[in-house]
Each structure stands twice: as structure tokens, then as C-alpha cells.
DNA sequence: TTAGGGTTAG
């Protein structure tokens, strides 16, 4: 028999098994792998223990009750079990003793079987028996099990005792129930230092900061003096809330008493000044820790994680093994692959999970989901896919990050079947699933399904909650339906900072620069403050829609009027901007210049601005440095080559072409996509595979003949021979989006603009047939590519000729 | 013999 099942024998039969092991129950937990086990149903079911003969027990019951307080300390479960059957078992004080044993060594399900055992056999639970049943039941998570507990306590009159009240603020807390907690406490007679620290922690685990500070507040007004664990939860209360100066004014209290050498406390200063962004504080606290354990120094890493100092970070754990000789534990892994995950330290964070595995901190859900974040984030979806398939326990959090990792990469459809399979399970998805899976619904669904997601989100709980009407705003945008962002927002009835920056980049993104900057003023009028990523909505409006002068003015007015720094996506708009008037010199400068290091989107500004003004060698520069950091950017590859092609370079493409076989790359096929009475169509070049083919052909010749484009003319001209017949076959004639706009104007309302979105970016041969399509028919056009939305009007098109 | 505790995922 193994060790748990002999315990549970014993717990049900109270008869000795043939081979009783001396060994503890079950280890203690070493992570958060599935625990405690199940047991099965033949054992639990088993027979009433017999009665026994207590002479000889009574007489040595001084000696018994030593030897299982001994048992239940050291966590042996079955040899306390084995002196508890020896006991006098009408004494509650012998029950509650091995109820205590079972919740401290992590059996809540135990503890809460061996306490109905003892109301089975009729023994009155006292004032001591019910705080370690409360503890675990909160442990077991079983919200039934403490309404059951607590309404016993009605009828045995134990409902104003104090501990047991504290124990169940705490519990009901644990649990999300605040207003049960708070029931409790205001019903108290009296109220204890503790009462007041359960639920100043209560209001922390519920994520309300501001109600734990007023509840610390409320405390020091009664008179009762805070201690260690007050101070613990208020100062997490602040972190929560980012509340700086009651931090600082929290600091000076427990400087003015005993606790200020409380390395704990010391911790959680440190934590709270991270969360409020203030690193010089945390750094000089942390100086002056004499005797600096783990746990300080992970909320050091952690803090420097948090604060994007990631190089920082990393020192930290160098400093913390090679000076204070301390092993990492699996926290200052979890609080290390942010690092990597902000830096794209691939071979950083898999030194991590090598890590990981040989000190056995895996499994592990946290750390498992944090390597999960890192490896989709450096685009390895395979090992994210493993590590998430292989997980013991899968959380809401868990499905989340991989739902991410999918959208982060492209993986769109695999997002949406992810996404469909958490909805069949029992967990519901939050906001932030929400947020997170409609990227991908605005990438590939259609209206219909988009309409159907948006339908499931208004009947959630929290389809109101702003975040996710943000999201929503910013898919329909994503999509083209400008007009339906617009309506979603119009109708939000608090609209936060992030709410505005939305609008603002959905405006940006559709290339009406002068609408975000407008929104921007009215933000600013409703004295909403602007934060970095306001900027870089407004930044990347002036970007796209090419207002230069503007894009300098609140680039200056960031740091002057705001305090804001520049931080890499800042920079990139910059770029964008200075690649716009053509000073490539400039932006290369600027980019020598940054006081970040330069990331691939940084190079990938360049590129653009090399492609559009036709510098090679520059592009050739940025394309490396892009590819020294992301080895299968297939992007950087085809535009490159194409940019070779263009220029008649047939070596240098065929070379491109080489290196990208060489590392199994291929070249994404571009397709457009058209949408029509909520069906879609996609088309690839020269496709003939939709039914009114014909048609579309038919039409698109039509039109490219008014609009001169009916005979092959390309933007380049000067071409030999040899490499005019190799551009004929990739002649724009039939390129997926012609045909797309084609089918277009044939299937859709006379007024009603055609929105066509490409995976790619649009070429400039059909950018330019797409102007004079939109002057010729006086239809509005809109083609949405890979980064911005194309309103071709009356022979013009919002991004200014410039994407 | 009872209650509350620092760092951990988007």
C-alpha cells in the first residue's frame, strides 16, 4: 500500500494496515503540480470504525498526546493518525490537533473529512476546531464548504468569536468574496489588530488598494497600532494603486517604529516603490539591506524587469550568486524571463529552462506560463505549443499567454481554435482573453464572425469593462469599419487613457492624421493626462499621414510639456518621419544617436525609408542589422530582393533567394481579401478560381484600359531585355488586389466604398492603378496591407504616396 | 491547540 493510501485507510477504517510505512504522507509541495491527490472511492467509502478499548490509552494519554503533536509537527500524518486511534476520541481537543496537522501540511480536503468524521461521531467542535477548518476549506477553495462551516457556527454559538471571525474574513477574501468579508467584520463585537490586517489583506487579494489604505486608515483611528503584516498589506495596497506619496508617508511610519529592520517589510517597500516606478528608491533601500535573502533579491530582479532595465536585471542575479552566494530559486526564474522576453534573449531564457529542469522547479504553472511568453515572443510557437500541451494544470492565465503567443506570430486561426476550445471548457475568459484573441478575429474572421464574437462579448460579464471595449474599438478599426470604432467609442460610458490612444491610432492607422490630432486636443481638453503610448498613437498619425512639422512638435512636447521620455516605439515614428522627407542620413544618425539600443523595428523604419527613397547600400545595412536579430524575418528577405529586382541586381536575388532556402524560409503568398453580404472571397495573383471569373476579368481589363494601365507599364523602365521578360512574369496586371477591387465594384453598392485588406504590403504598381481606379469610377477605395489602411479618393490616397 | 505575512504570468 502507498503512503496516501495507507493514510486514508487509516482516516476511514481506523484498523492498521499489514505493511504500515514510517514514512510522511505525501512530501511537502514542492510546486504547484496536481495536489493534493485523489483518492478513490472504495477508500473513502469505507466502514465506521469500530470501538476500542481506551483503558490502556487514558493511561498513558499524557505521553500519546506528546508523541501526536510530535507526528502532526514534523508532518507525519499516518503515524499521528496511528496515535489517534490509541486516543480518547470523545476530546475535541485530540480531533482538532489532527484537523490543525492535515491543513498546515497542505491535505485541506483531509482536514475538512476528518472534521465531518468528527461531527459524525458526535464530538462538539469547539472555538479551536473551526479556524483550522475555515483555513482549509479556503485551502481546498471550497466556497460551499465555508457557507456550510459558517452557517454551523449560528447554531453552536460560535458566530462572535474572534479568531473564527478572522479566520473567515480572511477565507471569504481568498475566495473573492469581499462582501462576505466585510459582513463579518462589521458584525464583529469587537475587533482585534488581527481582524483589522484580514481585512486590510483581504481587500490586497481582491485587487481593491484603495480600500485597504482607507481600511489602514480607519485602524489608526480607532487606535490600534499597525504591525508587520499591516504594514505588509497596505504597502501592497499602494504598489496596487501606484499610490507614491501614501507610500512614502507609510515608509516614514515604519522607519518611526520597530519594524524598520523587518526585512520583509523592507521587501515590500522595495516592491512598492518598483510598482510606483520609482527605481532610485528602490535601489537605495535595497543598498542598505544588510542581510539580503532570496526573496529580496527577486524583488529586485523583478522590479528591474518591470521598470525595462533588463540588463540590470540580469546583474542583479550575477551579483546575487557570485557576492551574497545565493542559489536562484524558481521565483528568480519567473522573474527573469520578462528580461528576456523584452529583449528577445532567446538563448538567455532557454539557459533559464535548462535551468529550470535540472534544480526540478518544473513542473510549474507560472514558470511554465513565463516560458510560454518568452518563446512566443521570440517566435518559437513550437516550444510554446509543447510546454502549453504539456501542462498538468491549465489556468485561465495559461490559455491566455498561448492565445498571445498565436496572435504575436501571425498564427491567427490557431488563435481562433484556441480560443473556441477555452469557451468549451469551464474556465470563462476575462478581459484580457478577450483583448487578446480579437486581434486575430480583426486579421482573419469575417464581418459575420466578427459580429458573433462581439455578440458573445456583450453577454459576458465584463462586456462593459473598458478594456475590452477598447479592444473592440480597435478590432473593428483593424478591420476597416473605421465607422463602427467610432459608434463603440461614442457610446463608452467612461472612456480611460487607453481609450482615447485607441481612437487615436485607429484614426492614425485609416491615415487621417489631422482627425487623431483633433481627438488628441479634445483628450487633452477633458483633462485626460497622456501617457507614452498616447504619443506614440499621435507620432505614428503623423507618421502615416506624412505631417512632419506636427510629428516634431509633439515629439518635443513629450519630454517638455509631459515628462514623458522616448522610449523605442518613439523612436521608430521618428524614423518613420525623417525616411518621409527623404533625410536617410538623418535617420541613420538619429538612430547612432538613441540612447536605446536599436531593436528590429528600428531597422525596419530604415528599410522602409531606404526602399522608398531607393537607397540600397542603406538598405542592405538595415536588412543585416535586422537580421542579426531575427534570423527568419521573411519580410526583410523578400523586400530586400525586391528592392535587387527592381534595381536589375538578378545576382544579388538569386543570392536572397539562396539564403532563404538555405534556412527553410519561404516567401509569404500575398492574397487579398474582399467581403461581400458577410461572405468572404480571397484571391491570390492571377486567380481563376472564382465562380464570376470571367467577370472580374472582364472588368479589370476594362478599367486598366481607361485608365491606361491596359498595356504593361512598369514604375522602373530602365530594364535590358533579359530582365524585362523575368518582370513580365510578375507583371501587376492581375495582381490579387486588382482583381479583389474588380470583383468589388461588381458586387457591392453603388455608394458604398470596396474594402479590400492584403497580408502584404500593397505594391506600388497597384497602389497607383488603385488612385486611378478611385478617380475614374468616383468610388471610394480603401485597401488595408500589412501596415496601413489605403483611402484612395478622387485619384489620391490618404498615406500621401509613402507606406 | 486557534486567525493575518514579503518576491511570481497578461
Same mark, same amino acid.
Given at each position: ?61 499524557? *505521553? ?87 452557517? &454551523? ?6 458566530? #462572535? ?106 521587501? #515590500? ?10 527605481? =532610485? ?31 540590470? #536585471? ?106 473556441? =476550445? ?55 478599426? &483593424? ?46 481638453? &477633458? ?9 506614440? #498613437? ?93 534570423? =527568419? ?55 481563376? *478560381? ?32 533579359? =530582365? ?49 481606379? *478611385? ?29
Amino acid at each position: 500500500m502507498t503512503p496516501t493510501l495507507a493514510l486514508n485507510y487509516y482516516l476511514y477504517t481506523s484498523t492498521a494496515p499489514p505493511n504500515l510505512s514510517r514514512k510522511r504522507a505525501a512530501e511537502p509541495r514542492a510546486n504547484q503540480g496536481a495536489y493534493p491527490p485523489r483518492f478513490p472511492k472504495w477508500v473513502r467509502k469505507a466502514a465506521k470504525p469500530p470501538m476500542k478499548s481506551t483503558t490502556l490509552i487514558e493511561q498513558h494519554s499524557s *505521553s500519546l498526546k506528546q508523541a501526536l503533536h510530535d507526528h502532526v509537527q514534523s508532518g507525519s500524518m499516518e503515524d499521528a493518525l496511528w496515535v489517534f486511534e490509541k486516543m480518547n476520541q470523545s476530546d475535541a481537543y485530540n480531533w482538532n490537533i489532527v484537523i490543525r496537522g492535515f491543513t498546515d501540511n497542505g491535505l485541506f480536503r483531509e482536514a475538512i473529512e476528518f472534521y465531518q468524521r468528527m461531527e459524525f461521531e458526535g464530538v462538539g467542535a469547539d472555538n479551536y476546531t473551526f479556524p483550522f477548518v475555515i483555513k482549509a476549506c479556503g485551502g481546498s477553495l471550497s466556497l460551499a464548504e465555508v457557507r456550510r462551516v459558517h452557517g &454551523k457556527l449560528f447554531k453552536v454559538g460560535l458566530v #462572535s468569536d474572534v479568531y473564527i471571525c478572522n479566520s473567515l474574513c480572511a477565507v471569504y477574501a481568498k475566495l473573492g468574496c469581499i462582501e462576505d468579508a466585510e459582513k463579518v467584520f462589521e458584525e464583529m463585537p469587537v475587533k482585534d489588530l488581527v481582524s483589522w490586517n484580514s481585512m486590510i489583506g483581504g481587500y490586497v487579494a481582491v485587487g481593491d488598494g484603495w480600500s485597504a489604505v482607507v481600511s489602514f486608515q480607519e485602524m489608526l483611528v480607532v487606535g490600534i497600532m499597525p504591525d508587520r503584516f499591516s504594514m505588509i498589506g497596505v504597502l501592497n495596497a499602494c504598489a496596487i494603486e501606484g499610490l507614491l506619496q501614501t507610500g512614502k508617508e507609510i515608509h516614514c511610519q515604519v522607519m518611526k517604529c520597530v519594524v524598520e529592520s523587518d526585512v520583509m517589510v523592507q521587501t #515590500s517597500l522595495i516592491d512598492m516603490y518598483h510598482k510606483c516606478g520609482r527605481l =532610485d528608491y528602490a535601489e537605495r533601500l535595497f543598498d542598505k539591506i544588510s542581510q539580503k535573502n532570496v526573496v529580496v533579491w527577486n524583488a529586485m530582479i523583478h522590479g528591474y524587469a518591470l521598470n525595462a532595465s533588463p540588463v540590470e #536585471s540580469f546583474s542583479c542575479l550575477k551579483t546575487m550568486q557570485e557576492t551574497d552566494k545565493l542559489r536562484p530559486d524558481a521565483i528568480t526564474m519567473i522573474n527573469l524571463l520578462p528580461s528576456c522576453t523584452q529583449v528577445g534573449a532567446l538563448m538567455e531564457g532557454k539557459s533559464i529552462h535548462g535551468y529550470a529542469i535540472r534544480h526540478g522547479f518544473l513542473p510549474h504553472i507560472v514558470l511554465e506560463t513565463a516560458l510560454i511568453e518568452l518563446y512566443g515572443a521570440c517566435s518559437r510557437v513550437k516550444f510554446a505549443e509543447r510546454i502549453f500541451g504539456q501542462l498538468a494544470q491549465k489556468n485561465l492565465i495559461s490559455w491566455n499567454t498561448m492565445i498571445s503567443a498565436y496572435v504575436h506570430n501571425g498564427r491567427n486561426w490557431e488563435a481562433l481554435e484556441l480560443f473556441q =476550445d477555452l469557451v468549451s471548457k469551464p474556465l470563462d475568459p476575462d478581459p484580457i482573453t478577450i483583448s487578446s484573441i480579437l486581434p486575430a478575429y480583426s486579421e482573419v474572421a469575417s464581418l459575420g464572425q466578427r459580429k458573433q464574437i462581439h455578440g458573445y462579448i456583450s453577454k459576458l460579464e465584463h462586456h462593459s469593462n473598458t478594456f475590452i471595449l477598447n479592444s473592440t474599438v480597435y478590432m473593428y478599426a &483593424k478591420c476597416g469599419h473605421l465607422g463602427t470604432s467610432q459608434e463603440i467609442f461614442d457610446r463608452m460610458i467612461y472612456r480611460d487613457v487607453s481609450s482615447w490612444n485607441t481612437i487615436i491610432m485607429a484614426y492614425a492607422i485609416h491615415g487621417f492624421g489631422r482627425r487623431s490630432t483633433r481627438l488628441f486636443s479634445e483628450m487633452v481638453e &477633458k483633462g485626460i493626462q497622456p501617457n507614452e503610448s498616447t504619443f506614440v #498613437s499621435l507620432l505614428t498619425a503623423c507618421s502615416i499621414s506624412g505631417m512632419v512639422d506636427e510629428g516634431w512638435k509633439y515629439y518635443a512636447s513629450m519630454k517638455l510639456e509631459y515628462g514623458i521620455d522616448p522610449g523605442i516605439e518613439h523612436y521608430g515614428c521618428m524614423i518613420d518621419l525623417l525616411g518621409r522627407t527623404g533625410n536617410l542620413d538623418q535617420a541613420k544618425t538619429f538612430i547612432d544617436e538613441m540612447p536605446l539600443l536599436p531593436t528590429a523595428r528600428i531597422w525596419g523604419s530604415l528599410l522602409t525609408a531606404s526602399r522608398n527613397n531607393r537607397n540600397i547600400e542603406l538598405a542592405e545595412v538595415a536588412a543585416e542589422n535586422i537580421l542579426s536579430l531575427e534570423h =527568419d524575418n521573411t519580410g526583410c528577405y523578400v523586400l530586400l530582393s525586391n528592392m535587387y529586382a527592381e534595381a536589375g541586381r538578378w545576382e544579388d536575388v538569386k543570392r536572397i533567394k539562396f539564403r532563404m532556402k538555405q534556412k527553410g524560409l519561404e516567401k509569404t503568398i500575398g492574397c487579398s481579401y474582399l467581403e461581400t453580404k458577410c461572405k468572404p472571397y480571397r484571391f491570390i495573383n492571377h486567380d481563376k *478560381s472564382h465562380v464570376e471569373s470571367d467577370t472580374i476579368y472582364e472588368v479589370l481589363d476594362v478599367i486598366l484600359r481607361k485608365i491606361g494601365e491596359d498595356k504593361y507599364v512598369h514604375s522602373i523602365t530602365k530594364f535590358r531585355p533579359l =530582365d524585362l521578360m523575368r518582370k513580365k512574369q510578375n507583371s501587376a496586371e492581375h495582381h490579387s488586389v486588382r482583381l479583389a477591387i474588380s470583383y468589388g465594384l461588381i458586387s457591392t453598392k453603388l455608394r458604398d466604398p470596396v474594402l479590400v485588406r492584403r497580408n502584404t504590403r500593397i505594391c506600388e504598381d497597384c497602389h497607383n492603378a488603385a488612385k486611378k481606379v *478611385s478617380e475614374m469610377t468616383k468610388r471610394e477605395i480603401i485597401v488595408g496591407d500589412s501596415k496601413v489602411f489605403h483611402h484612395f479618393r478622387d485619384g489620391n490616397c490618404s498615406c500621401g504616396d509613402y507606406w
